[in-house]
T-cell receptor, first 113, second 112 residues
Framework: DTGVSQNPRHKITKRGQNVTFRCDPI?????LYWYRQTLGQGPEFLTY????????KSRLLSDRFSAERPKGSFSTLEIQRTEQGDSAMYLC???????????FGPGTRLTVL | KNEVEQSPQNLTAQEGEFITINCSYS?????LHWLQQHPGGGIVSLFM???GKKKHGRLIATINIQEKHSSLHITASHPRDSAVYICAVSRNSGGSNYKLTFGKGTLLTVNP
């Protein structure tokens, strides 16, 4: 399967700990997106990369959040000093661009105790 | 008011019924997406459309740009169609096309 992959699929952590998630997009896709989805809600945009450049960040992405895509391939999303409000599903999507629809990964479910 | 509104929020149907899920949006868009999300999180793109109508198997999506409204129809529904169906819009052309704004989703349950 050469779809978008995300690791880990589940992460349980204690408040105050740092966590890092990884997204591996489809190899030829130069665009990569991170979204966050809380229970009962639709996903919300967090940030967007075109190749290695982070072109847009949501106001949702506080200074405790940082995302990288160092070589324009995989991406990492790090949350420092996690809070219970960070508990959510973190989704990654990749695309070649319009008009081809994006491909979504399976998500990483974060639970902060 | 959310930029993308879906109705109904929950829908229960009997196998074989014709199903309609509605989506209204309040902003200018370059495209509207219908997506399917199963328990566990994975999201699959069903349709991306900017005008007219698209059909794939038992699924049909329509959009009325003037009225800022789209519908997703499922004909001859089946229990395996049970999932959350999400409407989302792309607001820009160019690189950030898929900075999507999502509705809250419609939970569809199809009973045998």
């Amino acid at each position: 399967d050469t779809g978008v992959s995300q690791n880990p699929r589940h992460k349980i952590t204690k408040r105050g700990q740092n966590v890092t998630f990884r997204c591996d997009p489809i190899s030829e896709h130069n665009r990569l997106y991170w979204y966050r989805q809380t229970l009962g809600q639709g996903p919300e945009f967090l940030t967007y990369f075109q190749n290695e450049a982070q072109l847009e960040k949501s106001r949702l992405l506080s200074d405790r959040f940082s995302a990288e895509r160092p070589k324009g391939s995989f991406s990492t999303l790090e949350i420092q000093r996690t809070e219970q409000g960070d508990s959510a599903m973190y989704l990654c999507a990749s695309s070649l661009g319009f008009p081809i629809p994006p491909n979504f990964g399976p998500g990483t479910r974060l639970t902060v105790l | 008011k959310n930029e993308v509104e879906q109705s109904p929020q929950n829908l229960t149907a009997q196998e074989g019924e014709f199903i309609t899920i509605n989506c209204s949006y309040s902003v200018g868009i370059s495209a509207l997406h219908w997506l399917q999300q199963h328990p566990g999180g994975g999201i699959v793109s069903l349709f991306m459309l900017s005008s007219g109508k698209k059909k794939h198997g038992r699924l049909i999506a329509t959009i009325n740009i003037q009225e800022k409204h789209s519908s997703l129809h499922i004909t001859a529904s089946h229990p395996r169609d049970s999932a959350v169906y999400i409407c989302a819009v792309s607001r820009n052309s160019g690189g950030s096309n898929y900075k999507l704004t999502f509705g809250k989703g419609t939970l569809l349950t199809v009973n045998p």
